[in-house]
């Protein structure tokens, strides 16, 4: 490398020998394409104009223009410094040069260039004051004259040593000009079009700190479906000025490539994407991030990022990407023995922090560079407020090894092709092992593979603990396409911070999420661009909050790379600042002591009132932090053995005891609990809570009498599920936004939920038979299975998106139409027509066991799941052609005749090998061919199992098995849990188990011991009846007398 080049000599015009030193033809193809452009021009210092004549240029309409002097002259054409007589001003004045054999297409080219840049209104853009000809027919275009350096030229200066060059521009100066030259591509690319040759040599820098991106002759207007703003695409029709000076014809300059014109060439090399070296017709706004890595780099190196001088090589180098990390300037070894000077950087080194943004802008994979350059200008900008995140974990999955860093649990989870595959699970969370409080950003990429799309989210600022479910929330849980692809959301230790109504997910596509959180502030992107931006008014603090990792519900996903980084304390923070950081680490000590020298500082207003309550805060949490390991001691002798989980919620106490066989409340009086997390215990009253600031309750699966205690409470979230509780009465006038009452039998219904601000509320099986009370409340989410229901009128326009009302006595959906659901589950009512269905957004139907008679309302529905077994219907129409990925549709009332040709139709296509296997198991059924049966099973550790598509109560199912000569299957190990589950390759995994449970004792239908346990949670445990799978967990049924499909088994 040779250090002394000039940075600003971008590979002056050459004639290339393709075939000179290399072999490989598309380095050779990339040559004869890339030339150099013809505004690398030779420019010409202080050089008058030798022909007095000529120093007048007549312009048709009358206007003139003094030519004072020729600033530069190029391949095509010639500036010069010109006074324009009527406006009495200094312009620069670019002219066309004659060229016979290339006159068109120089004339096109060069209009381009004058009406892309004349559009392009911006404070960094050069703007444009006329365009048109002389009365010799020679085009020119006149804009603002600027006066200064090129950056290139800076740059040079810097790197020679120049001192007052050196001390006027440092590295701060010289990023706040790289963001000004950011802004003006960024509104480039709003405006749909794309700069194609950014570099230091296009950049002037004024005498008065003007920064203006010049020649856009290059420039591509994109096609409008890419571009965001309003600039033209169609460029065919021909044009002319208004008064008839100009007549150039206008071509379509969408497909004109990168082809030579001229003989010169279209891009800088060293500065070029590699994209635009092979000539790809898919250069975006990502080509011009490209060159903006590449100045960033020059600005840090004072080198170009690529520096070998043979064209074959330099095209091959950039398309392959080997470009010396800019960091790696700091080493000796770099210019052979001795470390580059870089007298303008921090301490004469780059930063780590700025050479990674370089580098990332300049990947070969454009879909790894910033998706927009709003993204890197934030990264600079982070890294002007000293906020420099440091790469904790950076997998991409490669190698197996790389599940060293992480533990899964909840669901499946293996290397598969350089992919981590997460799959199966109610819940599945990936937690970094490593601990890291603080501040902490986390990217990956993700896609779904199947039709079950839900839920990817990730985790910060969570709180380890023994049970999965509790570790996901405790901290700040991200979700982007949450709840089956119905919403994106953002909780807060399992309340809701922030939502929006989406479905933005889409099976097999890749999605680039980057999550982080900067004290208060909690921002979330999806492929570039900002999803939320919330600040939390409480921020989760603590020593304890140290837990990060990714989540999922049942989904099968695969990861690609998964990068961790937390964010160190920033270089210039104030002592504000960093009191708010020791008080979200939980060193509330240290944080009071901060705050109270702020406050006797004689602080402005607005850092007085933050450090008072900073102050407070801490001071709070220190009293509640003496305070916790009395309450803890107090706990300990009243609960011997229990385990315990008394901690800090901000500025709250929580204490989760779940599960631990304690009867009476009464230890916790005094205690200023927040939340009470008690379920699966003996507690029959309520009434020491008396009194307390409890925001959550969680007391399910207690055998409680009366829920009065709780009168007035500030409650917002309360479980109390299976308690046997008659009434709701004492709920009246709270502030709920999520309830669940399920399995109690309430004598007064639902009364007590009149007017509250719920937005999801589960009432299973509570003997309702109206829903009058829900009229007008602001419900997403309502599930009200197994009552006798019949009038859904009260829910209209209800902002519904998830219903689920198996089990009643509903006749007709007729109030639910207009809804946006996304998810329904009807099954096992009186419904004959879905009409009102029709145009809905759902993804997921179940309507089992009605009386439907025909499926044409749901064509055109973006379905993945549809469960309509057990209806009179005659035919599945709609599906024929394209079925959702889990479809269950066994009727009776469908010949074998129609079966067969369903199956016939579906043969085609490979995709549909699910639903065939369903087709010839219904087929075999109805002849009673067991040994078809048996064909069709699957063997797993000496038995066979099949799944049966045909909807049955457990006890038919039970019988039907058994004359079959098998059994319900039984699951017996981890490893048959996990055969089970792989055999519902798209979710929907909701059958029979051969598993019941009768006055406490659970029994396999074989006689089998049942010795391994899926249950979903303890409190499941503790169900009656008949047993259901459900993704790679158990769950008892709650519906009476549902029906569903189910697995045979043989030995």
Sequence with gaps: MNSDQDISADLSIAQVNPDAGHSDDSIRDATLLVLVSDDDVEVLTSQPVDDLSAQIMDVAGGRKYHLNRMVAKGGMGMVYEARDVQCERIVALKVLLSDERHEDENRTRFVEEARITSKLEHPNIVPIHELGKDVGGNVFY??????????????????????????????????????????????????????R???????????????????????????????????????????????????????????????????????????????????????????????????????????????????????????????????LFNQPSVSGGERVRLPHCPDGLVPDALSEIAMKAMSVNPSNRHSSVRELQDEIEAFQNGLVWHVVVDDDFSSPKAMAHWEASGGLCEIVDGELRLHGGELQILSLKR????????????????????????????????????????????????????LNVLNRCDRRLWSEQASPLVPGRYYKIKVERVGARLRMFVDGREICSVVDPEPLTGVNRTVVGLLGWVADKRYRRIRISTLGTPWKSDALDMAERHLQRGHYATAMDLFLDIMNSFPDPDRMERANIGYNVALHRCEMEKNLPIWREQLGKAWPGAPIQLKIENDGISLEIPNAGIADLEPLRGIPLTSLVCWGNRIRSLEPLCGMPLVELVCSGNPIETLEPLRGMPLKTLRCERTGIRTLDALKGMQLTMFSCGENKLDDGLEALAGM???????????????????????????????????????????????????????????????????????????????????????????MNNQIRNLEPLRGMPLNALICGNNPLKDIGPFVKNP???????????????????????????????????????????????????????????????????????????DYC???????????????????????????????????????????????????????????????????????????EIVPNQQNCFIVEWD
């Design 197 to 327: 040759d950014l570099k230091p040599g296009n950049i002037m820098i004024g005498n008065y700190g003007e920064v203006l991106v010049l020649d856009w002759g290059l420039a591509k207007v994109l096609p409008q479906k890419e571009a965001e703003g309003p600039m033209e695409a169609n460029r065919e029709a021909r044009s002319e000025s208004a008064d008839g000076s100009l007549d150039i014809a206008r071509v379509n300059i969408h497909n004109a490539g990168l082809k030579a014109v001229s003989g010169t060439v279209l891009g800088t090399p060293g500065f070029m994407a590699p994209e635009q070296v092979r000539n790809n017709p898919e250069i975006d706004e990502r080509t011009d991030i490209y060159a903006l890595g590449a100045i960033l780099y020059s600005v840090l190196t004072l080198n170009s990022p690529i520096r070998e001088r043979s064209i074959p090589e330099l095209l091959r180098m950039t398309l392959q990407g080997e470009i010396l990390p800019a960091h």
């Design 962 to 1036: 058994t004359a079959l000569g098998g059994h319900l299957a039984t699951i017996t190990s981890q490893a048959i849990n996990d055969f089970v589950e792989s055999m519902f390759p798209y979710g929907c995994s909701w059958v029979w188990l051969g598993l019941e449970t009768v006055q406490g004792r659970h029994r396999w239908v074989t006689g089998e011991p049942v010795q391994f346990k899926a249950f979903a949670n303890v409190m499941q445990e503790s169900g009656t009846g008949p047993w259901i799978f459900v993704g790679r967990s158990w769950r008892y």
């Design 435 to 486: 601990d890291l409080p603080g501040d902490v950003r986390i990217e990956f990429e993700c896609r779904i593979v199947g039709s079950y799309l839900n839920d990817i989210g990730c985790l910060l600022g969570g709180i380890r603990s023994k049970n999965d479910w509790d570790t996901s929330i405790s901290g700040y849980a991200f979700k982007y396409g949450a709840y089956t692809n119905t």
């Design 757 to 847: 601000p719920l937005t999801w509320l589960s009432c299973i099986c509570c003997g309702l038979t109206t829903l009058s009370p829900l009229r007008g409340l602001p419900l997403n989410r309502l599930f009200c299975d197994g009552n006798s229901i019949e009038d859904l009128s009260p829910l209209k326009r209800l902002p519904l998106i998830e219903f689920s009302l198996a089990g009643n006595r509903v006749k007709d959906l007729e109030s639910i139409r207009g809804a946006s659901l996304n998810s329904l589950q009807c099954g096992s009512n009186l419904i004959e027509s879905l009409e009102p269905l029709r145009g809905m957004p759902l993804s997921t139907l179940f309507c």
């Design 142 to 195: 006149s804009m603002k004259y600027v006066k200064g350096v090129t950056l290139g030229d800076i740059l040079n200066d810097i790197r020679k040593g120049k001192k007052d060059v050196v001390d006027q521009y440092p590295m701060g100066r010289l990023l706040t000009i790289f963001q000004k030259i950011c802004d003006a591509v960024a509104f480039a690319h709003a405006n749909g079009v794309v700069h």
């Design 884 to 958: 959702p990925k889990s479809f269950f549709f066994d009727c009776e009332s469908m010949s074998a005749h129609d079966l067969e040709w369903v199956r016939d139709s579906w043969s085609r296509d490979f995709r549909f090998a699910e639903h065939i296997q369903s087709v010839d198991v219904l087929l075999a059924l109805r002849a009673r061919d067991v040994g078809k049966l048996r064909e069709l099973s699957c063997a797993f550790g000496g038995r066979h199992y099949l799944l049966i598509p045909k909807f049955l109560p457990w006890p038919e199912a039970r």
